[in-house]
């Protein structure tokens, strides 16, 4: 099994940036990708970037997009979303999560979460 621990959330103002880090540990070689979800209060999960181990593809979801750099260090196991002009609507719980595919569904392992806060 994977474990995935998230950090880097925090409180920032509109049009700031924020660095989140997802370390992955256990059995790391069974993960293909590692995805970045978020849910805001009252809301869904929401997907909002993947990226592969091998190889470095990425997926954005539209509200990501321009924003969000997902990039990762393969030699630390680790992925980063790196999120600039960050908007109140980007207020958040980010959950980063391991899978074995690039499918919603094939994402099985995930953190605790870290809480984004953006202040207009």
């Known amino acids: 099994q994977v474990t995935v621990v998230e950090s880097g959330g925090g409180l920032v103002q509109a049009g700031g940036s924020l660095r989140l880090s997802c370390v992955a540990s256990?059995?790391?070689?069974?993960?293909?990708?590692i995805a970045w979800f978020r849910q805001a209060p009252g809301k869904g999960r929401e997907l909002v970037a993947i990226?592969?181990?091998?190889?470095?593809?990425?997926y954005y979801a539209d509200s990501a997009k321009g924003r969000f750099t997902i990039s990762r260090d393969n030699a630390k196991n680790t992925v980063f979303l790196q999120m600039n002009s960050l908007k109140p609507e980007d207020t958040a719980v980010y959950y980063c999560?391991?899978?074995?595919?690039?499918?919603?569904?094939?994402?099985?392992?995930w953190g605790q979460g870290t809480q984004v806060t953006v202040s207009s």
């Open positions: 999560a391991s899978g074995s595919g690039w499918s919603i569904t094939d994402f099985s392992s």
């Open positions: 256990g059995r790391t070689h069974s993960s293909y990708s």
């Open positions: 990226i592969s181990w091998v190889g470095g593809s990425t």
